[in-house]
């Protein structure tokens, strides 16, 4: 793994992940009256940008089907507001982080650091990341620490959806060329809500572009458009990086190394997010 966006992204990404994948953070959207991980996960993840319906979250969060997200928003709102699912979801990470990290490494420093490299996130074109940029910092080192985290990956993600989109894929087909290459249709497609129909439906796009072959499985030209994502991706998450320095972001990669490695561990070993080895 040679590109250090990518790189920084596999020790934050574990980071941020603790509000979907563990049971502090279930527990704390349930007190908030978000039952049920899809609530908290629609609730926490869209609450920065206010009482939204689905259309936006439809169209930032770029991978679900549109039935799956409307069966969420706008109905979590008469459930808990965006300023009661952002308290829960902050308390949820603070609690996981606390039970997770303590005495794994220097948390105070990996906290100002990765605080510094989010506040040198462009947002203009960036949904998320902006949304998330504009919220109020935490007090504490562990609330810093994942605001940062998520700041990152919320602007790292919204340059992913502009690579999509200049690679001409939709929401359906993403999913089916990223099971072409994981093989993993019967985890990916409930996953992110699509119909048989709106699969097989991608399926023959994509074949018809010379994405699949008859099997299924990705052509050469599929794995170049990877590539060339995932290059324009990590491209577009650089400047946190740049602002940090090289010294700086060295130095965040070994004092956030231990804190990521200590995460990961407790998370499920297979997420739709699709994390690799830590870099």
């Known amino acids: 793994m040679d590109s250090l966006p990518r790189t920084m992204w596999t020790l934050f990404e574990p980071i941020h992940d603790v509000t979907y994948f563990t049971p502090q953070a279930r527990e704390a959207f349930e007190a908030a009256n978000l039952r049920g991980f899809w609530r908290g996960y629609f609730a926490g993840r869209a609450a920065p940008l206010g009482p939204v319906d689905a259309a936006p979250v439809i169209a930032a969060f770029w991978g679900f089907a549109p039935s799956m997200v409307t069966r969420a928003l706008p109905d979590v709102w008469s459930r808990a507001t965006p300023a009661e699912a952002l308290a829960a979801r902050l308390a949820g990470a603070r609690a996981a982080l606390a039970a997770l990290l303590d005495g794994a490494g220097p948390v105070d420093e990996a906290a100002a650091l990765l605080r510094e490299a989010a506040s040198a996130v462009p947002t203009v074109g960036r949904v998320l990341g902006a949304a998330n940029a504009g919220l109020p910092w935490p007090a504490d080192p562990l609330g810093t620490l994942w605001q940062a985290a998520t700041i990152l990956r919320e602007h790292r993600g919204d340059g992913h959806v502009a690579a999509l989109l200049v690679a001409g894929l939709d929401g359906p087909e993403t999913g089916v060329w990223r099971a072409s290459i994981d093989q993993r249709r019967d985890y990916l497609q409930p996953a992110r809500g699509w119909s048989d129909d709106d699969w097989i439906a991608a399926v023959k796009r994509l074949s018809d572009r010379g994405w699949l072959d008859d099997s299924g499985a990705a052509t050469a030209v599929a794995l170049d458009a990877h590539a060339e994502i995932e290059a324009t991706t990590d491209r577009l998450a650089a ?41």
Not at 256 to 268: G, I
């Open 239 to 279: 400047a946190p990086w740049v602002h940090l320095g090289e010294a700086g972001t060295e130095r965040l990669r070994e004092v956030l190394r231990p804190l990521a490695v200590r995460v990961r561990a407790a998370l499920p070993a297979e997420t739709p997010i699709g994390l690799p080895a830590l870099g």
